[in-house]
């Protein structure tokens, strides 16, 4: 019994020491992870695209309309992946969610004021954000949500800003129509868009202009 006694405490002592040095590589990727740079974002406006001739038409909708359309619209962008989240539009904007991070999931909630842009493009303003019970900042949660949480390619996430840019101008519609956001007042349940159809859409060829 004498001689195995030294190999057990060996063997203990290893033990000790792996356990040791894997805690410190858990709280070291956590660290780097919480303090790691902002990124900051900047808006590209593409200017380029010209309809030509065009019939604008103002649609007026309300929130469970919009609400609607917006969560099918993302059931089926996730569609064969492994994330999950949604959008409540009542008296605020608000995503709920999941988001993969530190080798499992937490809870996302966040609440957004919706800001109608000259252009007809939408700026969605952070107003509270929690990601499980993690106590981080509003800007490494918002940089969290851009790296992890899949997106269209016309939305931007703006953590410096705590933001996100919703380019509607920019999305890729099949009828080639063309969305503006008109107006949103989310108390008063009235939503506009300006819906803008060129004439080839129609198979119209545009009058040549009379000089």
């Given at each position: 019994m ?25 709280i070291?990727t956590?660290?780097t ?5 902002i ?22 909708t ?23 989240y949604?959008?409540?539009?009542d ?23 919706p ?64 969305v ?24 119209i060829?545009?009058?040549e202009?009379?000089?």
């Amino acid at each position: 019994m004498k001689t195995r006694e030294p190999k057990r405490q060996t063997n203990w002592r290893r033990w000790f020491v792996g356990l040791l040095v894997l805690n410190i590589a858990v709280i070291a990727t956590i660290l780097t992870f919480i303090f790691w740079p902002i990124s900051s974002v900047d808006y590209t406006n593409d200017d380029s695209n010209d309809p030509g001739r065009s019939s604008e038409f103002i649609v007026q909708t309300t929130k469970q309309n919009i609400n609607d359309l917006s969560n099918a619209y993302i059931d089926q962008f996730l569609e064969g992946t492994n994330h999950n989240y949604r959008l409540e539009i009542d008296e605020d904007i608000h995503l709920i969610g999941e988001l993969p991070v530190f080798s499992t999931t937490l809870p996302l909630s966040v609440r957004f004021e919706p800001d109608v842009q000259e252009n007809g493009d939408l700026i969605l303003k952070q107003e509270s954000i929690s990601l499980g019970l993690l106590e981080l900042p509003n800007q490494k949660i918002m940089e969290y949500l851009d790296r992890y949480l899949p997106m269209p390619p016309w939305v931007t996430v703006n953590p410096e800003e705590e933001e996100i840019y919703v380019a509607v101008t920019d999305m890729d519609i099949r009828s080639n129509f063309q969305v503006e956001v008109e107006r949103i007042n989310l108390e008063e349940d009235d939503l506009a868009f300006k819906i803008i159809v060129p004439y080839r859409t129609l198979g119209i060829e545009p009058a040549e202009p009379i000089e």
